[in-house]
């Protein structure tokens, strides 16, 4: 089995820290745009990668 990278979604604006797919914790859609709240690996907020 191949072990595949989480692939990176955006970056947190609080901290500037990578959010990957794996820190994901809510998508959803936004007038067909796709969104997701995501848990800072960095600094534990909940945020909106950017
Ligand atoms: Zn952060």
Do not use: F, K
Request: hydrophobic fraction near 40%.
């Amino acid at each position: 089995m191949s072990r595949q990278s989480p692939s990176r979604l955006g970056t947190c604006p609080a901290c500037a820290a990578t959010i990957t797919a794996v820190d994901v914790l809510v998508e959803y859609d936004v007038n067909g745009q796709p969104a997701v709240w995501a848990d800072c690996p960095d600094c534990r907020e909940v945020v909106h990668p950017v």
